[in-house]
């Protein structure tokens, strides 16, 4: 038989003895997900007996409290470990002031679930946007999202939803100097053990859209550009985060995730901080469609999706897919 070059070659480091098995592959596999990982956002509305699918996020409700409960006991004996809390009001106003009524269904959700799950970690979104008329993250004077009287509403939700029992506070409007604020406020008034996870670097990203269905918080003018990032900074990025811990933030936050894998991998590195990551409505939305389409597998692509994220860096999560992956990950 001929010899040839590539039969008679030792090769000292073959890469694929390292990849013959699923075993083997697991065994030296670098970056791994778990359960534990995930934070599962929930949309909780007024009502009993309530579960509405948002139609351009299937899988995903509109959930009155009681289903919230239920939901996230469900999602506890998957392993997950957090939820985070968005609120659809009984009403809205130009001040946003149901974010901050002690019976709204974010507040009534929070008491209800740390009853019925008291190891369950909740976060609670702290913005205005699900709660004022025109649907800005902010208070609007002469036509503009005012900065500073918008953060004295921010406080006041903050306050609400620690007074409630959530675990985590999770300010998303972006204004300047509210993470000092809360957390000033906070420890003020005793709830110095509940914790900030802070939207250090939120984008001004066209993947938010079936979110603003999701959570009814679409503008009903203009955009959130004067206040979310501008997609092209990372540096800027990096000065959002290091603010962000300066004023007290516990957790910092990179979203969307996908899109921005390159800014999440900066922020853990440079900071090396507990880091989360949404993957946003958009980037869920989009892997539902194309599975729904036949074009991909759907399973295989999340778990990769996940992956990527964790592997950029974060340590939390955030992602609709919380209890799908979940289960394949047990």
């Given at each position: 038989m001929p010899h040839t070059a590539a039969s008679t070659l030792s090769i000292l480091h073959r890469g694929r003895r390292?990849?013959?098995?699923?075993?083997?592959?697991?065994?030296?596999?670098?970056?791994?997900?778990?359960?534990?990982?995930f934070l599962y956002p929930l949309f909780v509305c007024p009502g009993e007996g309530v579960r509405r699918e948002v139609p351009s996020m299937p899988g995903v409700s509109q959930l009155s409290v009681d289903q919230a409960v239920a939901e996230a006991g469900a999602a506890r004996a998957d392993g997950i470990r957090g939820v985070l809390l968005f609120g659809l009001p009984a009403y809205k106003d130009d001040l946003g002031s149901a974010a901050y009524d002690p019976d709204a269904p974010v507040q009534a959700a929070v008491?209800?679930?740390?009853?019925?799950?008291?190891?369950?970690?909740?976060?609670?979104?702290?913005?205005?946007?699900?709660?004022t008329s025109h649907g800005h993250c902010g208070l609007v004077i002469d036509g503009e999202i005012a900065n500073d009287p918008s953060v004295e509403q921010l406080v006041r939700t903050a306050v609400s939803q620690a007074a409630a029992g959530a675990d985590v506070v999770s300010p998303s409007d972006m204004?300047?100097?509210?993470?000092?604020a809360i957390r000033h406020a906070l420890d003020e008034r005793g709830f110095e053990q509940v914790a900030i996870m802070s939207y250090a670097a939120k984008y001004c990203s066209a993947f938010y859209g079936p979110f603003r269905e999701a959570a009814a918080s679409a503008p009903s003018f203009g955009d959130r550009r004067s206040h979310q990032m501008d997609p092209a900074n990372v540096e800027e990025a990096l000065r959002e985060v290091r603010q962000d811990i300066d004023e007290g933030a516990d957790i910092v936050m990179v979203k969307p995730?996908?899109?921005?894998?390159?800014?999440?991998?900066?922020?853990?590195?440079?900071?090396?901080?507990?880091?989360?990551?949404?993957?946003?409505?958009?980037?869920?939305?989009?892997?539902?469609?194309?599975?729904?389409?036949?074009w991909i597998d759907e399973r295989r692509a999340m778990l990769e999706t996940l992956t990527a994220i964790r592997r950029a860096g974060a340590d939390i999560i955030i992602t609709y897919y919380a209890r799908e992956a979940a289960r394949l990950l047990v």
């Open positions: 390292l990849r013959r098995s699923a075993g083997i592959r697991s065994l030296v596999r670098e970056t791994r997900l778990s359960p534990d990982m008491r209800a679930l740390k009853a019925a799950h008291p190891d369950l970690v909740v976060f609670t979104d702290v913005c205005l946007c699900e709660y204004m300047d100097g509210r993470v000092a995730a996908v899109p921005y894998l390159d800014v999440l991998s900066k922020v853990k590195e440079t900071f090396g901080y507990p880091t989360a990551a949404y993957h946003v409505s958009g980037e869920y939305a989009m892997l539902k469609a194309a599975a729904r389409n036949g």
